[in-house]
Every structure is written in C-alpha cells, then in structure tokens.
C-alpha cells in the first residue's frame, strides 16, 4: 500500500481552465472535488485492472477526467452524473474521443438499478462479453454519499465483480477494520467482498481541496457471503441491533435494540458460545453469523418486535 504525493500541475491547470470556460463552480452540496494528479488516476485504473472486455459503471464523471482514462482501457464506460450542467460538459468534453464508448447518463444512481441501466445500455457495447451480468464499478464517490453508493451497488440483484472507489480516508479504515474496531459498515462491505486499501490519497491531489484526505479502496465481491446467512435482511437487522448502544456490553446491546428480556439474550449468547461482556465491535463477521443462526432458530428474532 502506497501514498501518493506528486500533484500534476498540467492537469490542475486544465481542470481550472475547463472550469472557466464553462463558467462552472464545485458545488459542494453535491461533493464536488475533482481529481487533478495523473498518478491516483494510474493508481485507480491499475488497481481495476481493466481489460477491453470489461464493463465500467462510473458514478460522478465530474469533468471526465477519470473516464477519459477508464475508455482507453475498457470496452465501455456509464457514467452517470447528477448535475446537468456537469452533463453538458461532459458530452462536450468527450466528444473528441475517438473509443466512442461512453454512455453518460444523467440521474442519481441510488435511484437507478445497475441491472436497468445494463440492459438499457448493453447493444451500444457490442464488444463487451457478459455485459447482462459482468461488470466492474469505479469512481471518486461524493463523500456524502459514499456509504448509500457502496451498499446500492452490494446489495444489487446484479452486482460487481470488482469496486474500485476513491473515499474519505477515514471510511476506508473503517471498512477494513479487524475485529476490535468493527463497525456496521465495515460488516456489511465484508459480508459481500474482500476490501482493502490500494492507496492514500492528499487532499491536495483534488481541486477545490477538500478538508481530508482520501484512500483508493478495493472491494472484490464474492460470489455468495462467505458465512452461511440465507436472509441478509434480518441477518443485518441483528446486526444493527448489536450496534445499538455502542460500546456496551453485547448483551445490553441486543436487549435494547431488540426489545427482547435480558434473559432472553443471555440465552441465546450461551447458544452461540459468546461471552455476554463481549462488545460488538469485537464480534467477526463468522460470530455474527453463529449468533443469527442461533437467533433464527429459536424463532426468538423473527418474532421480536425490534425485527420489523
């Protein structure tokens, strides 16, 4: 894992230039800072491993200046971008390029299904295999909406192979975090993929700087979780119940957020083998589900008024 350092000057003067002409201002409602160093886009781009017949979805194309990138080394790129003035710049910008293999597309991805906008888009990709089910994500995520993003693309009835995002610094961490320092988050990124931390990235490596620093984080989605859960919805209901009352005891966790007696819950830890001093940021995902199993069975979760 490598830090980036080195600003491209060439490519902070065309971002500004860009911005002048088309009399356009980051909009910080919507997150904007754009990318502005060559090496975090080669970073971004090596860590995909793109290859022709891979498909990209891009969420906030910005200026284009990571899609330019993404449509020399794959066979397709949609981006989809929020902000229409962003759009018409974007057509205008990648106009010239020669791949014609972009599709930009103008909407909030949360409200998009990735299965819709594959089957939408996939005849303007003729030499894209398995586009109908194969495809890869890679984006600078608005910071805002990084969490929303990252669990519409995992929880999709057609997901990922690979997540390739640039995020807040302080998220990757907390996405990769080890039992001690797990979190809701962290559970529900390793429920579906394998996360990890490509790289840290400056503030400074984006214009306007934003007030933090970055991580480029990698997440390589498995084809089934790695735990034996059959129902993510209630497994996740379990989950966040856990996560209730932070730092207490788990015990006293469950019972609040479940609404079920402390002697039920101390039952049911016995069950699963788990100390009731145990916190939840110190339970694995492999504890996490011996406790939903433990929970299902005894049918004590399902008719719980905090399980609704």
Known sequence: MGNVTRKTEALSGQTKRLLRRFDHRARKSLGQHFLIDEEVLRLITSAAELTPSDLVMEVGPGLGVLTRELARRAGGVIAVEL???????????????????????????????????????????????GIASNYKVVANLPYYITSAVMRHFLEASVKPQVMVVTVQKEVAQAIVAKPGDMSVLSISV?????????????????????????????????ARPPVAVTDAKSFFELVRAGFSTPRKQIVNSLAQGLKLPKAEVLSLLAKARLAQQRRAETLCLDEWAQLWQVFMRVNEFVDSPGAS
């Open 83 to 129: 902000d229409d003035k962003l759009v018409a710049i974007l057509k205008q910008a990648l106009a010239p390029f020669p791949n014609g293999n972009v599709v930009i597309v103008n909407g909030d991805i949360l409200e998009i299904e990735p299965a819709t906008l594959l089957e939408e888009h996939k005849g303007k990709f003729p030499e894209v295999a």
């Open 190 to 222: 390793q429920f579906y993929g394998q996360p990890k931390i490509v790289s840290y990235v400056p503030a400074r490596c984006f214009y306007p700087a934003p007030e933090v620093d970055s991580a480029i984080l990698r997440v390589d989605l498995y």
